[in-house]
């Protein structure tokens, strides 16, 4: 993975994205407590990317238990958020010409470097590295909490049918 950001993300305007958490839902199907999107502020067709965001709130369903007096975002739940934002762009721009939804295939050199806390902004950058029509997408992804990386990797992303 790169050590530098995918996208320079501090140039969009996360007050005003361009797709809201409306506009998400429209393409997106979490609902409720798996919901970890909040917004996208940046698409880049010409290289299959994105940049999107999750405002982490003091109401999430894990910060009862992970970790109790001192919640931190679960890991899992960082790469649920990543590949929220990578469904989007797949489904927005069909992607892969198939399926209702794209599934996690696969993970691969994920890396938790820094917590993530309520109350933080946590920026996600995405861009598709391999697209195979019909069977998969793969896409690096990468974190970010205050100007610092907190999390990156490389996902599979698989058509699923209803």
């Known amino acids: 993975m790169p050590a530098k950001p995918l ?4 140039q969009y305007n996360f007050d005003e994205p361009l797709f809201n958490l ?14 970890q999107l909040s917004g996208v502020v940046h698409v880049d067709r010409e290289n299959h990317g994105l940049v999107g965001y999750k405002d982490v709130s003091d109401e999430e369903f894990w910060i009862r238990g992970h970790m109790p007096g001192f919640p931190l975002m679960p890991g899992v739940i960082q790469c649920e958020a990543s590949a929220q934002l990578a469904g989007f762009y797949a489904r927005k721009y069909d992607l892969l010409e ?3 939804f794209l ?7 994920v890396r938790f470097r820094r917590p ?9 950058c995405v861009r598709c590295t391999k697209v195979k029509i019909k ?5 690096d992804f990468q974190g970010f909490v205050d100007n610092k990386m907190v999390f990156n990797g490389s ?4 058509p699923i049918m209803r």
């Open 22 to 35: 409306e506009e998400v839902r429209k393409v997106n199907p979490q609902r409720h407590e798996m919901e």
């Open 116 to 124: 993530v806390s309520p109350g933080c902004r946590l920026v996600i």
């Open 7 to 10: 996208y320079d993300y501090a």
């Open 135 to 139: 069977r998969l997408a793969e896409f």
């Open 98 to 100: 198939a399926g209702d």
């Open 155 to 158: 996902m599979i992303g698989v």
């Open 103 to 109: 599934g996690f295939g696969g993970m691969n050199d």
